[in-house]
């Protein structure tokens, strides 16, 4: 934390200590550091003191992660006037303090701390390596060696490997508390303690029993705070030394934090949270921190597979000239034949920006059509819509450090601590230190038990919900007229809809009682700093668009979004770079940085730089494509890193698009259900193999680096398409990632100061970011929407039925989501030790459900709706409200997308898959 800068006022000698949050504050206090003189605020401990002054002070309990603790004493320092050594940790400075980190005594009686604690332990706590072990360095600090390791416990309090991730020796416990404070200050599951006293005490499962069946969700946090090895990672209780550390950004979701990956004979052997990482500050989740096993996963596609013998033959391995050939072959015949209208690609949410960009380029300017579409089709297009034509930038309003500083959450349909995991942690902490807590959700989410109210309305209420929201905010007077006068647009048609928006209606219309949604308006309408945070709950509808518009109303109406003191409306991207495939114009009527395809000038400076023609008109949505392959229209369709047989809805309608297909291509890392189902498959790679960026969930550029090569023939997505290119004799015009992020910039304004250059230098970059001058902007509309008018547009939005609702037949809604273990198809945390956490998939539902049914916790049941049905054990659990029944989509052998339906909102064609009318059969 401490800014070290030159300031004349303080002399050559003295330091500045930054303010909190990394904010230079007013330095007000005066602490002379063995000669060195520091100016700080108040509130500065004598540790971050010293380190200011450049003075090193050894520590134990101490992590910047967490709040002062105090216990270990090995960082004593003397201060004049004081009776004995302090604590520096935490001791504040006062003014006029003269400390001394040197003093001989001082030194003698930390020294004596630490030789009392590792009397206690064996010697083979100096085995870890000292990078690993900072009690090896301390050790090393103070000249304490191996004879002065005790055994008073030798090897009797034995180990706790029950775990497949956190592995505990219990005899190198030093009892600091680190690990019990991560799960509490930074995780905030509170899954550990302390317990026991004097030598005795080292930490246990807050439950009992063993790690395995605690409450722990394997952040890592304990791991890596842990100072003397006591808790490690499987790949570190191998203590040989790594050979290689990379730092990149996660690959799973769209948080976007950034890892180290750390390498050794071409695997990876760990992967630990980037301290400096800018979203998530030394914290990750799960799957980013330890599912990194599918890298070399003895399934991993090695090399192209082709069906030599056509459909019915079996995929064989083949060299890329074969399969290239064949694939140039058969792509140029169907142009030739069809036209190039006949050939759609659907992009990759996980590939980096410049792989969709090189995609994108290679459909318009190679092939000739606007047939390419991408993920964020199936959750956030209803964001991008709604967003654009309420506030005008296809993005969330803010950024994760603006949302910090919120007082009142509003989250909306988005299961936070499962999906976006350090987003849901910080929450948590946020709530914790005072913050106001508003859930809208129809099941009892772990959020909802931190929550001050939670709205449990029906599925496909929410438009009800926000409106009722919007009806009490009015009633109740709070509204920013002001605001409303200078900087939006629609106050009086709005105002009249709402008048149809009673709370009485609104509890007719959702389930949602009155006086909740009269209190959850009040904490929204009264805070001072509210953030709107939301997902897929509320865009994955029928009316999906126009949930994301009336939700946004909620912050145009209380003048929270576009000012310093809004925390505004902020989807939480589901894959790790869904923003940044849309933002690559990986869009059947979009070019890169949101330019209309249909736009002549925009479209003629694209032309211009590619040296080619490009079509005028949109291509095809993903679910347009499935309909022109099955009515004989689309004759090719190239998927690249999705599963569609597994996420896309109607899985029996998207197996008939395939089979339709004169050529399908699959682009993967693993034969998944679409590859299996394709002619040919290309081996591509996996983010720890690549090189790029991606853009998460706030608009933030951040570079992905490649820890490992692909295994085996496999290629980066980038060399593949390029390849691909190259056979059919088309010049892309750009060779490496790097060049594809510069042709970015230079035709898309949002991303004009943009480089792979300026991010290795920087770190990370939000859009907009319009000239290598700017900084980028963190914080939108602050001078003004980007709507035409550059006012804000309130939407008059009625609430509308969902497409499929339950009857006598299907009497149950199936909701569908994400689990917090597993990732989309599965693909990737299937095939890790995740597996070994959550193995298979069940069906949440409500008890009283259960009892008329007569189904216990275990039970198989068979899920069925009007297109399949799913068999799979179920679960009683009040996180399910009465008639309504979640699943997941991770698992193969639980296929829930054989149930959802091709009902899909009506502004963006985003499947409705949280309203599903099933009925459940005990078998
Ligand atoms: Fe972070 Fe998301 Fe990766 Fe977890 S999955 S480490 S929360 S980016």
């Not at 001989?104 to 083979?124: F, H, I, K």
């Not at 000239?321 to 990759?348: H, K, Q, V, W, Y």
């Not at 994108?360 to 059509?369: C, E, H, L, N």
């Not at 949505?621 to 190239?638: C, H, N, Q, T």
Request: glycine share 10%.
């Amino acid at each position: 934390m401490a800014d070290q800068q030159s300031d004349r006022e303080l002399g050559p000698d003295m330091v500045r200590i930054a303010g909190v949050g990394g904010q230079p504050a007013e330095a007000t206090l005066h602490v002379c550091v063995d000669g060195v003189e520091v100016a700080v605020e108040p509130g500065t401990t004598l540790l971050e003191a010293a380190r200011g002054a450049g003075a090193f002070v050894p520590t134990l309990c101490n992590d910047d992660r967490l709040a002062p603790y105090g216990s270990c004493r090995v960082c004593l320092v003397r201060v004049d006037g004081a009776r004995g050594p302090v604590a520096s940790c935490v001791t504040p400075c006062t003014d006029g303090m003269r400390v001394s980190t040197r003093d001989p005594g001082t030194v003698r009686a930390a020294r004596s701390v630490l030789e009392l604690m590792v009397s206690q332990l064996p010697e083979r706590a100096l085995d870890v390596p000292a990078e690993r072990s900072e009690l090896v360095r301390v050790c090393e600090h103070f000249g304490v060696w191996a004879n002065d390791f005790g055994t008073a416990y030798g090897s009797a309090r034995g180990f706790d490997f029950s775990h497949p991730y956190v592995k505990l020796d219990r005899d190198l416990c030093i009892a600091c508390g680190r690990c019990v404070r991560m799960c509490d200050e930074v995780q905030a599951t509170f899954a550990l303690t302390l317990a026991s006293r004097g030598y005795a005490t080292l930490v246990v499962p807050g439950s009992g029993g063993t790690w395995a069946t605690s409450d722990c969700v394997a952040c890592g946090g304990c791991v890596s705070s842990c100072p003397s090895g006591a808790l490690s990672e499987p790949g570190f209780l191998d203590l040989r030394p790594v050979s290689g550390t990379t730092t990149t950004t996660c690959g799973y979701c769209g948080v976007g934090c950034t890892l180290q990956v750390h390498t050794r004979d071409d695997a990876v052997v760990a992967v630990t949270p980037a301290l400096d990482g800018p979203v998530n500050r030394g914290h990750a989740c799960v799957k980013g921190r330890f599912a990194h096993g599918f890298a070399r996963h003895r399934e991993r596609l090695t090399t192209p597979l082709l069906r030599r013998g056509g459909r019915g033959s079996p995929l064989e391995p083949v060299s890329w000239g074969e399969a290239l050939g064949f694939l140039a072959d058969r792509l140029g015949r169907i142009r030739a034949t069809f036209g190039p209208d006949a050939i759609a690609m659907i992009c990759s949410s996980r590939a980096t920006n410049e792989e969709n960009y090189l995609a994108q380029k290679f459909m318009r300017a190679g092939i000739g059509t606007s047939n390419i579409d991408n993920c964020s089709r199936l959750c956030h297009a209803p964001s991008a819509a709604g967003l654009v034509a309420s506030l005008g930038l296809s993005g969330g309003t803010n950024s994760m450090e603006d949302m910090e500083q919120a007082d009142c959450f509003l989250l909306a349909g988005t299961n936070t601590t499962e999906a976006h995991p350090v987003v849901g942690a910080r929450i948590k902490q946020a709530v914790l230190r005072g913050a106001r807590l508003v859930v809208v959700d129809p099941r009892r989410i772990e959020l909802a038990d931190f929550a001050d109210v939670h709205l449990r309305g029906r599925p496909g209420s929410n438009v009800a919900v926000f409106n009722g929201l919007a009806h009490v905010l009015v009633e109740e007077g709070l509204v920013d007229e002001v605001f409303l006068k200078e900087r939006a647009d629609g106050w009086d048609e709005l105002r009249s809809l709402l008048a149809d928006y009673p709370p009485e209606r609104v509890e007719e219309l959702s389930g949602v009682p009155v006086d909740e949604l009269r209190r959850a308006a009040l904490l929204y309408g009264r805070a001072a700093r509210p953030a709107i945070v939301y997902g897929l709950g509320i865009t994955e509808h029928m009316h999906g668009t126009d949930g994301v518009r009336t939700l946004a109303n909620l912050a145009i109406l209380t003048g929270h979004v576009g000012t310093p003191q809004g925390c505004g409306v902020n989807p939480l991207r589901g894959q790790n770079n869904v923003q940044g495939a849309s933002d690559m114009g990986s869009l059947p009527d979009l070019l890169p940085g949101y330019q209309k395809v249909v736009d002549d000038a925009a479209r003629g400076r694209f032309e211009a730089t590619w040296g080619v023609g490009l079509p005028a008109r949109p291509g095809m949505r993903i679910p347009e494509m499935f309909d022109a392959a099955i009515s004989g229209r689309l004759k090719a369709l190239y998927v690249f890193g999705e599963d569609i047989m597994s996420t896309d809805p109607d899985t029996g309608h998207v197996q008939a698009a395939l089979e339709a297909c004169e050529l399908v291509v699959s682009q993967e890392i693993f034969l998944s259900r679409t590859a299996a189902s394709a002619d040919v498959v290309l081996p591509g790679a996996s983010f720890l193999e690549k090189d790029g960026t991606f853009c998460n969930f706030d608009r933030r550029f951040q570079r992905v680096r490649p820890a490992l090569p692909p295994p085996g023939e496999a290629r980066t997505d980038f060399d593949v398409i390029l390849a691909v290119s190259d056979a059919l004799g088309i010049d892309v015009g750009i060779r490496t990632p790097a060049e594809a992020m510069r042709e970015c910039a230079s035709l898309a304004p949002l991303y004009a100061g943009i480089s792979h250059e300026r991010l290795d230098r920087e770190g990370a970059l939000h859009w907009p970011c319009r000239s290598v001058d700017a900084p980028g902007e963190p914080t939108l509309y602050l001078e003004g929407f980007a709507t035409a008018s550059g006012r804000a547009q309130l939407a008059a939005k009625d609430y509308l039925p969902p497409g499929e609702e339950p009857d006598a037949a299907y009497p149950y809604v199936l909701i569908t989501g994400r689990r917090l273990e597993h990732y989309n198809a599965g693909t990737m945390t299937l095939r890790t030790p995740n597996r070994d956490l959550v193995p298979g998939e069940w069906l949440e539902m409500a008890p009283d459900d259960a009892r008329r049914l007569g189904v216990h916790d275990g039970d198989k049941v068979e899920v069925i709706s009007r297109r399949g049905s799913v068999a799979v054990p179920a679960r009683p659990t009040p996180r399910a409200s009465s008639g309504e029944v979640f699943l997941s989509f991770h698992f193969p052998e639980a296929p829930s997308n054989v149930l959802t339906s091709r009902v899909v909102d009506t502004v963006t064609s985003c499947p409705e898959y949280k309203v599903t009318a099933v009925q459940v059969r005990p078998l």
